[in-house]
């Protein structure tokens, strides 16, 4: 049976070497038993170590955690933050609804933060939340 766990990611421009030590930014998704996504982490991290220390830093600091739930004025729709020590740390995957899927996919996120597991590598994905790199300009053909 599998179980909650963290997975990290990259853009493909900012691929990481062999070792998992470079390049950037990364981030961490808390994947839930089912393969859905619940949390993502506020913030990228410029490398592997750094983005798998602050999943370690949010499991550590578990009994810490405060939460809030959050509505967009525009759409009505809801989601939930998550802070460690007043620095937010964790967002919700999605926008929901209905306050109370807000307010279970939150419980399902703080329930899961102490239990899961942590993977190890990098998945490199087409988009994460994070605006694509940018691309070099493509030369334009010069006519004679």
Known sequence: MQHARFIFQTLPNTALAVTKAA??????????????????CTDGYPTYLECRGAVLNLQA???????????????GRMSWLIELDGIPVAESS???????????NLERF????????????????????LPPPP????????RR
């Open 23 to 40: 390049a950037g930014p990364l981030r961490w998704t808390l994947i839930s038993a089912n393969n859905r996504r619940i949390g993502n």
């Open 61 to 75: 600091g578990a009994a810490r955690l405060t939460s809030a739930q959050i509505v967009d004025d525009r759409s």
């Open 94 to 104: 999605r926008s929901y609804l209905r306050a109370r899927e807000c307010a279970y």
């Open 110 to 129: 703080l329930d899961s933060v102490p239990v899961a597991e942590i993977t190890s590598g990098v998945q490199v994905v087409r988009h994460h939340g």
């Open 135 to 142: 691309q070099p300009p493509v030369p334009k053909e010069i």
